[in-house]
């Protein structure tokens, strides 16, 4: 099955600089990567996904970039306000999970004022 | 975006006695809903693969006696926690998707589970 690895388990930045979390996966035909933002005690929300047809996306501040031959995939949160504090799990599935995703065990993120 | 809604979001019950939770997608037709747990501070693990009309996928180490998933509806999906036990207390989430929207899963808000 699937298996992923997510680092670092907590990043404390200060507001204005950028925080990068780095997940690996482990199966090479999982084609779908999704960041997910958690805030204490709530649902995960969707921040930005990636596809593996592509190795770039971005959305105002958040990024990610995907490398299919390593197998690896980052999120980038520039210009961080407080706000950005939470934890976030990334996660891969495709095919060969029939869609079922598996996260990585997520990095609290805290973004001080 | 897509709607899921978990019910009860917050329940407490006795050691032994069984405990349901549903799982509905409110504005499209959920082909597929997964089970996860989540203990404090720590990534959800995935339990079951739910397909309507179909048994449930559990994933190794999941008793399925113990969590059983029934998918009747492509908009409904339960799972009941039977027997609970202190160490089932857990946030209990789901997420339901369906593949011809060819999108991410939709999460439901969680159900707190109190076993005393």
């Known amino acids: 099955g699937e298996n992923v690895e997510q680092h670092p388990s907590t990043l404390s930045v200060q507001e204005g600089d950028s925080a990068v979390i780095k997940c690996t996966y482990s199966?090479?035909?999982?084609?779908?990567f999704p960041w997910y933002k958690q805030e204490l005690g709530k649902r995960p929300q969707l921040i930005i996904d990636?596809?593996?047809?592509?190795g770039e996306k971005k959305d105002q501040r958040i990024a990610v970039t995907l490398n299919k031959t390593a197998k690896h995939f980052s999120l980038h949160i520039t210009e961080t306000q407080p706000e950005d504090s939470a934890v976030y799990f990334c996660a891969a599935s495709g095919s060969s999970t029939l869609g079922r995703l598996y996260f990585g065990r997520g990095t609290q993120l805290t973004v001080w004022p | 975006g897509a709607v899921v809604s978990q019910h009860p979001s917050r329940v407490i019950c006795k050691s032994g006695t069984s405990v349901k939770i549903e799982c509905r997608s409110l504005d499209f037709q959920a082909t597929t809903m997964f089970w996860y747990r989540q203990f404090p501070k720590k990534s959800l693990m995935l339990m079951a693969t739910?397909?309507?009309?179909?048994?449930?996928?559990?994933e190794q180490g999941v008793e399925k006696d113990k969590f059983l998933i029934n998918h009747a509806s492509l908009t409904l999906s339960t799972l009941t926690v039977t027997s609970a036990h202190p160490e089932d207390s857990s946030f209990y989430i789901c997420?339901?998707?369906?593949?011809?929207?060819?999108?991410?899963?939709?999460f439901g808000q969680g159900t707190r589970l109190t076993v005393v």
């Open positions: 990636i596809r593996s047809n592509v």
């Open positions: 199966d090479s035909a999982s084609n779908y």
């Open positions: 739910s397909n309507e009309g179909s048994k449930a996928t559990y």
């Open positions: 997420s339901a998707k369906s593949f011809s929207m060819n999108t991410e899963a939709f």
